[in-house]
């Protein structure tokens, strides 16, 4: 029997944070080889320091005059990305910043798979849905990437002028009865302006934000408020502590209230199992539960390189299920053709949708009209319920 009543925490980091700046960066080449052809290979690495980037990885594009155009494009995507997050300090600006690009060919022996329809390499991936919040996901994440979106809003808006890109946010909530009832703590750090600006300074910016988002009543007079407990946090961003990408993998999924298969998402095109499998697995893992096959549900899949389907299907309801597990099991393997191409095409995965999910979040997030976040739709309840 799982516990019921427990704290339990998850953080947040912001766009401008140093490995969200490179996450955005890889995804936002993806999104540009993709926007050229939609079969686009792409496997890119950012890293970020005092003001330089370097970019590295695996691309294949069909034309080969097309791909070396788009090699000489790459630097400009790099500023677009850093002066969109917002960053003109003396020592991380988009203008100033060095580039190093290093993004070569495909390997052909990758290739050789992957164009069989393939994975694109061996791995676990992980889905999760429950129901804590309307978007169906663990409320301390949820919130935690609310609250960082929020304070985005108002900095890029010119409503606060004094707050800077790089922040953290961490959430701890108490559960009764398995149900989220009570922020025990809230822990924020945001880069700003000036050393002027003390502790208590920033609290009065952040807090009615962070008030607004928080569901009424969560913040109680227990309620612990850490905003920038160190003090000062005027250097941030990569100047502050270098970046890379793939570094926030729990950041980017459930907040650790899920297991994860280890696997990063940004800079990888759909191929790759590691982002397409882990959104198809939170896709039917949604679905499960807006069905309501079960309260809560963890689904794994895997695969191997080279092969198209999957080696293996688990689901775990947590003891929240209407139906035997293994009956789940056969019924989202009936609903949803899970080779790399099933998901890619059920999901529309081939097009430029990445670099918004690159910071607050891969999931929890609603479906746009160009079709980004297209694995949070709960279209599949009708056959979900037929199957079992």
Not at 76 to 83: A, F, G, H, K, L
Not at 119 to 135: K, L, S, V
Request: with cysteine; glycine share 10%.
């Amino acid at each position: 029997m799982s516990r019921k009543d427990y704290v339990f925490t998850s953080e947040s980091v912001s766009e401008g944070h140093p490995d969200k700046v490179c996450d955005r960066i890889s995804d936002a080449i993806l999104d540009a080889f993709l926007k050229v052809e939609p079969n686009a290979r792409v496997a890119c690495e950012t890293f970020a320091t005092t003001n330089r980037v370097v970019v590295g990885g695996e691309v294949g594009l069909s034309d080969q005059d097309k791909l070396k155009s788009m090699m000489d494009g790459v630097d400009q995507i790099v500023r677009d990305c850093v002066r969109d997050i917002g960053y003109e300090q003396d020592e991380f600006h988009w203008k100033t910043l060095k580039l190093k690009n290093y993004l070569h060919k495909q390997s052909a022996h990758i290739a050789q798979g992957v164009d069989k329809d393939g994975a694109g390499d061996q791995g676990i991936m992980f889905g999760y849905a429950c129901r804590e919040t309307p978007e169906l996901m663990p409320a301390p994440i949820q919130y935690a990437h609310a609250i960082l979106r929020r304070l985005a809003e108002v900095r890029k808006s010119g409503q606060e002028p004094t707050l800077r890109p790089d922040a953290k946010s961490q959430l701890s909530l108490r559960y009764v009865d398995g149900k989220p009832v009570e922020v025990t703590s809230i822990v924020l750090s945001t880069q700003h302006e000036s050393e002027d600006q003390t502790s208590a300074d920033i609290r009065a910016i952040v807090e009615p934000y962070i008030r607004d988002v928080l569901p009424q009543g969560w913040i109680t007079d227990k309620t612990e408020w850490w905003v920038n407990p160190t003090g000062t946090f005027v250097i941030g961003g990569p100047d502050g502590d270098a970046g890379l990408t793939g570094r926030k993998i729990i950041v980017d999924t459930y907040g650790g209230a899920a297991p994860h298969g280890g696997g990063a998402f940004s800079g990888k095109d759909p191929t790759k199992v590691d982002r397409s499998a882990a959104y198809a697995a939170r896709y039917l893992a949604k679905n499960v539960v807006a069905a309501g096959l079960a309260d809560r549900c963890t689904l794994q899949l895997s695969y191997a390189i080279g092969v198209a389907r999957p080696l293996s299907i688990y689901i775990d309801t947590h003891g929240t299920g209407q139906v035997a597990e293994s009956a789940i099991e056969r019924a989202v393997a009936e609903c949803m053709d899970l080779t790399p191409r099933g998901i890619r095409e059920h999901l529309n995965l081939n097009r430029p949708i990445y670099a918004r999910t690159a910071a607050y979040g891969h999931f929890g997030r609603a479906p746009d009209a160009e079709g980004g976040f297209s694995w949070e739709r709960t279209d599949l309840i009708d056959a979900l319920k037929k199957a079992v």
